[in-house]
């Protein structure tokens, strides 16, 4: 069966870091691109990161250069994304996907998909 599991979210302070994580199951993350999406309240989905199958590349929305980083631990079937300076407007619910290649602007590239984990930053 495959399965996307995102992990890691949690309620935090502006200025705090966050490191959530994406477990695989059923296929193997290496073979694919991986890509962060997120989801807030009333807005459409829009891509934050993605880091490429094949040389490991990593593409960044304006909104998490800087800020964001992510990564995989291909032995673990895991990926990352550590947020840092954390801003009230990250607040959404984080999804990790699976696709052929990194595309942050055209969800339709990435076939698998987590139910996502909600990141609220809030004073």
């Known amino acids: 069966q495959v399965q996307l599991v995102e992990s890691g979210g949690g309620l935090v302070q502006p200025g705090a870091s966050l490191r959530l994580s994406c477990a695989a199951s059923?296929?193997?993350?290496?073979?694919?691109?991986i890509g962060w999406f997120r989801q807030a309240p009333g807005k459409e989905r829009e891509g934050v990161s993605c880091?490429?199958?094949?040389?490991?590349?990593?593409y960044y929305a304006d909104s998490g250069e800087g800020r964001f980083t992510i990564s995989r631990d291909n032995a673990k079937n895991m990926v990352y994304l550590q947020m840092n300076s954390l801003k009230p407007e990250d607040t959404a619910v984080y999804y990790c996907?699976?696709?052929?290649?990194?595309?942050?602007?055209?969800?339709?590239?990435?076939?698998?998909w987590g139910q996502g984990t909600q990141v609220i930053v809030s004073s």
């Open positions: 996907a699976a696709g052929g290649l990194c595309a942050l602007s055209d969800t339709y590239e990435y076939d698998y």
């Open positions: 059923g296929f193997t993350l290496e073979s694919y691109a």
């Open positions: 880091i490429s199958s094949s040389d490991g590349i990593t």
